[in-house]
């Protein structure tokens, strides 16, 4: 399966490698994964030229409409930079709004549209056909494993994010 889809075939370790095969086969995995998920996400889609970022943003303001500019980059674990950019987008597409806090002029909120609303529905439709048609497919005792070993790799991963001086999971973009 090292050829699936555009993924490229894992290399083969030079000599001196301290990475045995077993663990490069599970890095290569976990890329494909998220390569190809990404490719299956952005299909099903009718904005396919949506970034996830503004996906989960507005996923984010259905929950919490009027939440700070500065809330929500910390939440996605982004620049603020970033977010603006995300924002700009999702009002061009006329999805947000946002607003100066009336009572503190420092703080931006961002307010969900009718049709940022509409856009999230929609999302949230393909999302859960997607999680249906891939993990849902697996056996319960499947599912509590691979979160387990998720989970195990995320923190090994949030520690280097955290060694390298960075908060945590926050990085530019």
Known sequence: MS????????????????????TLQAF??????????????????????????ELISLRLLTTSDG?????????????????TSILQGLEKAGA???????????????????????????????????IKQTIGKLSDPDKLELTRLLDQVSGHIAELVCADGHEHGVQPS
């Open 3 to 22: 050829g699936f889809g555009n993924y490229p075939p894992i290399p083969s370790l030079p000599e001196n490698s301290e990475i045995d095969r077993a």
């Open 96 to 130: 947000v709004r946002r607003e100066v806090d009336a009572d503190d002029q420092r703080i931006t909120r961002v307010f969900l549209t009718a049709e940022g609303r509409r856009q999230e529905l929609e999302t949230r439709a393909a999302f859960d056909e997607y």
């Open 28 to 53: 290569h995995a976990l890329g494909r994964l998220v390569h190809l998920q990404r490719q299956a996400m952005q299909r099903r889609l009718s904005n396919p030229g949506a970034h996830h970022g």
């Open 67 to 83: 939440m700070s500019q500065k809330d929500l980059a910390e939440t996605l674990h982004l620049s603020r930079p970033r977010v």
